[in-house]
């Protein structure tokens, strides 16, 4: 069939395709340990389930504004003034279908066809290929493992070209968990605004951070905020993944050029899934330092034994759940040479399932979910260090 080009111009994410195997493998019965999965494994808050109940016994089941209800837009805004010091209007907020479908908006309102977007390695695969569907230039620099892939201006300004209209900043990151500085990210913030290239800050892990270091947003640099593009979500930070509400904050332009499309696209987000969200960001804030607390622990854990497997180096991951080991100790060994092998090998000898660093733009790695229950950890952390002992 004779499909656009368009949509040929990106691949379905290669994340899907470890998810896939292990699913074969389960269906035939085998004990599969997943480290694949990137959302956590909490249920959604009693409270956040209750305003949703409540929300369909009100009938509140209909259409609502296209860009979200006024409230929702309101506690989005007050919820990130509270904790980042912002200062965003309602009219510089518009409510998406999750933060995917926001930063989706977001290139689809301010990428030119041939226009560049710097993109730090390693990436979240999906930044890449908007870029590619909307007919832009993904422009990848490179942050390395020995500074913990932290992101500089430094590094930043080698990628810019006179045709860059965007840089996309996740920080905490995924895959590495790297967590910018905030002074540096005041600095890249002023460099794009040097510049004239719009800043997109994907803050969808913000809420999990590691040591004491409090959430910060570069939407605090309110003098800045011509340039800069906040895109946010409540899946992780409230264990909210299928319920679908996602956040921007930028320039009202911005904004109504978001409403404008979705007024074709999607239409309103789901109605009861912002009273769920309206519940979680102006309600009982607890659940979110349960999860980091699990967290915590989890990562102290999967840290320490990864480093206690010989060839194995992990950078400290300040945030988010992943883990981003480098095991190219293994390459060259049971005919594996490179991380895609490698995560083969691994669920196919060990039945354990990693994502390999290829879909992330880096090759020596493998990216661990932590958002897995302790004895889940134990077992496939096991299973990983006896397979790199074999090899
Ligand atoms: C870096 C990053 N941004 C955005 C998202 C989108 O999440 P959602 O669309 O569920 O809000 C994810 C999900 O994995 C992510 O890892």
């Known amino acids: ?158 990628g810019l070209t006179p045709r860059t209209r965007m840089v996309v900043v996740n920080s905490p990151n995924n895959p590495s968990g790297a967590v910018l500085d905030d002074a540096e990210f005041g600095r890249i913030a002023q460099l794009c605004r040097e510049r004239n290239v719009f800043l997109l800050s994907d803050e969808c892990y913000s809420h999990f951070l590691y040591d004491g270091r409090k959430p910060f947003s570069v939407g605090s640099h309110t003098d800045l905020k011509s340039h800069i593009i906040i895109a946010g979500s409540v899946s992780k930070t409230y264990s909210m993944t299928g319920w679908r509400i996602g956040y921007i904050l930028a320039h009202p332009e911005i904004i109504n050029a978001t409403i404008k499309l979705q007024s074709h696209s999607t239409s309103n987000p789901t109605s009861i899934s912002q009273k769920a969200a309206l519940e979680a960001l102006s309600g009982p804030q607890e659940s979110v330092g349960i999860m980091l607390a699990e967290y915590a622990k989890r990562r102290k854990f999967v840290l320490e034994r990864l480093r206690a497997i010989p060839g194995v180096k992990c950078a400290e991951p300040g945030g988010a759940f992943y883990a981003y080991p480098n095991i190219s100790a293994a390459f060259g060994r049971s005919g594996i040479k490179d991380s895609v092998d490698f995560s083969g090998k691994l669920l196919e000898k060990a039945h354990v399932a990693v994502t390999p660093g290829e879909a992330f733009g880096t090759n020596d790695h493998v990216r661990i979910s932590y958002a897995t229950s302790m004895e889940q950890l134990d077992k496939g952390l096991n299973r990983l260090h006896e397979f790199m002992s074999g090899l």
């Open 1 to 158: 069939m004779k499909l656009t080009e368009r949509i040929s111009r990106i691949s379905v994410s290669k994340t899907m395709a470890v998810m896939e195997a292990a699913i074969k493998l389960r269906d035939q019965g085998i004990d599969v340990v997943d480290f694949g999965p990137g959302e956590p494994d909490f249920p959604t808050p009693e409270n956040v389930k209750r305003a949703a109940v409540r929300a369909i016994e009100a009938n509140f089941t209909k259409y609502t504004a296209i860009g979200g209800i006024k409230e929702l837009r309101k506690a989005v805004v007050e919820k990130h003034a509270r904790d980042f010091n912002s200062k965003y209007d309602i009219s510089e907020c518009v409510v998406n279908l999750g933060g995917k479908h926001a930063l989706f908006n977001i290139f689809a309102a301010v990428v030119e066809e041939g226009d560049d977007v710097v993109i730090p390695t390693p990436y979240w695969v999906t930044f890449g290929d908007i870029a590619r569907f909307v007919n832009a230039n993904p422009i990848f620099v490179r942050t390395h493992e020995s500074d913990g892939f932290r992101l500089t201006a430094e590094v930043l300004a080698r």
